[in-house]
């Protein structure tokens, strides 16, 4: 098979070189979202250094690294990749309908839950002791509430990512993150001209990627799979039971992962 002709997509293709075609393309996508972000990184890390300093600029990616703790895996949004799986390969479009509905509300669900926990705590937490930062206490709340915030954003849309993966059409979601990374280096150089200290480039560095997570989730669910729409009225426990069947085990994964690394 001519795996060339795949990715262009010349002549009558079966359904297994259509399926390769999907795996070529979204092996591209991911290739080239990954370089775009190497190639971002390079660029950024010495500009956000000379802007920040190397002790606040430590300051800022271990906030990022505190915030990245809110997207911890549960494996709900990877048990209705299971199960989408299953329903796209036998053409079920109501099951993959329940499926996305009962995964996003539980996702949002759980975005609530744990956006109330931080925020009823956020005011009782010496912040300034857990990130050692003596001054500042002002621009420190406000890049921890603005990173923790982002990152509670991205539960839900933790959905669109498995959507498309299941779909076997992952390079459109790698296309919308390289779009992301590169934006972001452009929001990157507008925070150091205009000043905007730690949470400026923590916006930088994360906003892009929730933005255009977000409008692709719109795009998702109003242009390219409109049928695939969460509606409240889908969420079937029965879906949550064979989801969970598959989320525990990625859960319990999860947290071998975690304790391994420590």
Same mark, same amino acid.
């Given at each position: 098979i001519n795996l060339l002709a795949l990715v262009r997509g010349r002549g009558g293709l079966s359904e297994s070189e259509t399926r390769l075609r999907k795996a070529a393309f979204s092996s591209l996508g991911q290739a080239v979202s990954k370089g775009a972000n190497i190639l971002v990184t390079i660029i950024s890390v010495p500009l956000i250094i000379g802007y920040l300093g190397s002790a606040y600029?430590? +300051?800022?990616?271990?906030?990022?690294?505190?915030?990245?703790?809110?997207l911890f895996d549960t494996g709900?949004?990877?048990?209705? $990749? @299971?199960? &989408? #799986?299953? !329903?796209?390969?036998?053409?079920? *479009? *109501?099951?993959?309908? !329940?499926? +996305? =509905?009962?995964?996003?509300? @539980?996702?949002? &669900?759980?975005?609530?839950?744990?956006?109330?926990?931080?925020?009823?705590?956020?005011?009782?937490?010496?912040?300034?002791?857990v990130f050692n930062v003596a001054a500042g206490q002002s621009h420190l709340h406000a890049a921890i509430l603005l990173t923790v915030s982002m990152m509670l954003i991205m539960i839900p849309l $933790?959905? +669109?990512r498995e959507i498309y993966t299941a779909d076997q059409r992952g390079f459109v979601f790698f296309l919308w993150r390289t779009a992301a990374t590169v934006l972001s280096l452009g929001v990157i150089w507008l925070v150091i001209k205009t000043d905007l200290g730690i949470p400026g480039v923590l916006a930088?560095? %994360?906003?892009?990627?929730?933005? @255009? !997570?977000?409008?692709? =989730? %719109? /795009? %998702? /669910? #109003? $242009?390219?799979m409109p049928w695939l729409m969460p509606r409240i009225s889908y969420i079937s426990m029965t879906a949550w039971k064979n989801m969970w069947v598959a989320s525990f085990g990625l859960f319990m994964f999860g947290i071998a992962r975690m304790a391994i690394n420590g």
């Open positions: 600029y430590g +300051v800022a990616m271990a906030i990022s690294g505190f915030a990245n703790w809110f709900i949004a990877e048990g209705v $990749k @299971v199960r &989408l #799986i299953e !329903t796209f390969a036998r053409e079920d *479009r *109501r099951a993959a309908q !329940t499926y +996305v =509905s009962t995964g996003f509300f @539980v996702l949002l &669900l759980l975005f609530a839950v744990i956006a109330a926990g931080f925020y009823a705590s956020f005011p009782f937490i010496d912040w300034g002791a $933790k959905i +669109v930088a560095l %994360l906003g892009p990627i929730v933005l @255009v !997570t977000f409008v692709s =989730s %719109l /795009f %998702l /669910f #109003i $242009k390219d």
